[in-house]
Structure formats: C-alpha cells, structure tokens
C-alpha cells in the first residue's frame, strides 16, 4: 500500500517524471556512443596487427637484387679487305688456237722434210766428190796448224788414228762432224774434233756442197 502511495506521489509531481525520462534517454545514448567506439578501436587494433604481420612476413621474402652488369667492351671495326682487280686473261679464240696449232704442225714437218732431206743429200754425195787433192790438202794443212798432241796422251804413250767425216757448204759452213773410226781412245778423239772445229774457219769454200772424209794421225816420234 505504501508503494502505491509513493508512485501516486511521484506521478502526481510531474518535476520529478521528466528529470528520469530524461536521464533515462541521456544514459541510452552514451551506451550506444561509447558502445560504437570501443568497436572502432577494437577494428583500429586489428588492422594495425593485421598490417604488422604483413609487414613481418614481407620483410622475410627474398628481396631481389639488380645486379648491375659490367659495360660490354666495343667491338673493334674489321679491316675491310683491299679489292684487288681481278687480272684479265687474254682470251684466245678457238679458231685462232686452231690455226696456231695448224702454223706448228707445218713449221716442224718443214722441219723434219729439210733435215731429211739434208740427210739424204749428204748420204748421196760421195766422199771427196767433185774436189782436186790440192783443195784436200789445204783441209789437212789448216787442221794441223790447229791440231796439239795432248800433253796426257804424250805422257801415256797414246799412239792412233781418227778417221772423220763432215759436210762443206758452198758458205764455207760445216755440219755433221762425225767420227767414223778411231784406233786412238777418248783423248785423242777429243782432240781431233776440237781441232776441226777450230780450222773450219780457216777452209778454202767449194763450189759445191761436198762430203769429206779425212784421217787425222797421232803419232810420237822416238
């Protein structure tokens, strides 16, 4: 009974009634502010850790280093060769080699038909044919001054004969000295050709070609 009493008093003091409305409202919303704050610091607290762990795990992941690479040396310019002009050669036509060919051929079959020729001719001359003894006898006296007993020869005893053989041209020319037979050895065969030789120019001329064979003789006196 006392209870209702009292809040029949309270209500009926209308004072009273708005101050605890008031103070009601007042405490609800500083609950809910400082409610919403805590859970602002509370998201503030888990965002620092949460970027503090990052921060650990990225600080422990390999961090890649740029190498800084030495400068490549320049490559040295080559030498450029030197262009040497290509020698032309001279090209003979075929016609030309041809006829080249054809002027040899015929310069050594003139060759070949004189040479026979000479050789058939001076087979066919007759030794000592168509000259008098007076015109061998100059032969003989120019192959004598100009024939020496060879100092060896003298030394060893060689004794011998050579018999020769050559053809005199009308120019007064000699050809195809040869030695027919010898009875006097190698040393005075030598000698017998050198001193043909060196009185060749010393002939009389015929007045015709001729083929002469003439005996030089070695022998010493006792």
């Known amino acids: 009974m006392k209870i209702l009493q009292f809040l029949r008093r309270q209500i009926e ?15 609800i919303a500083i609950t ?5 704050f805590k859970s602002t610091e509370l998201k503030q607290d888990g965002q620092s850790k949460l970027t503090m762990s990052l921060a650990s795990i990225n600080t422990q992941a390999p961090q ?9 040396p320049k490559p040295k310019p080559k030498p450029k060769p030197k262009k040497t002009k290509p020698i032309e050669k001279k090209q003979v036509e075929p016609e030309q080699e041809v006829k080249q060919i054809q ?13 026979t020729s000479e050789g058939s001719q001076s087979e066919s001359l007759a030794y000592n044919q168509g000259i008098s003894d007076e015109f061998l006898a100059k032969i003989q006296m120019a192959i004598s001054k100009k024939n020496k007993y060879p100092r060896i020869a003298r030394i060893r005893g060689l004794e011998g004969e050579v ?3 050559f053809i005199l041209n009308i120019d007064g020319t000699m ?3 040869k030695i027919i037979q010898s009875t006097a050895g190698d040393i005075l065969n ?15 001329f015929p007045t015709q070609r001729v083929r002469i064979k003439i005996p030089i003789a070695y022998t010493l006196k006792s």
Do not use: M, R
């Open 64 to 72: 890649k280093t740029h190498s800084t690479s030495a400068p490549k």
């Open 13 to 27: 003091s209308p004072n009273k009634v708005g101050f605890i409305v008031a103070f009601t409202i007042y405490a």
């Open 175 to 177: 050809q195809g000295l």
């Open 190 to 204: 030598d000698s017998a050709i050198k001193a043909i030789k060196s009185a060749s120019k010393d002939f009389p």
């Open 103 to 115: 002027e040899e051929k015929d310069e050594e079959k003139q060759e070949s038909s004189n040479t």
């Open 163 to 165: 018999l020769v053989e």
């Open 32 to 36: 809910i502010i400082f409610g919403s």
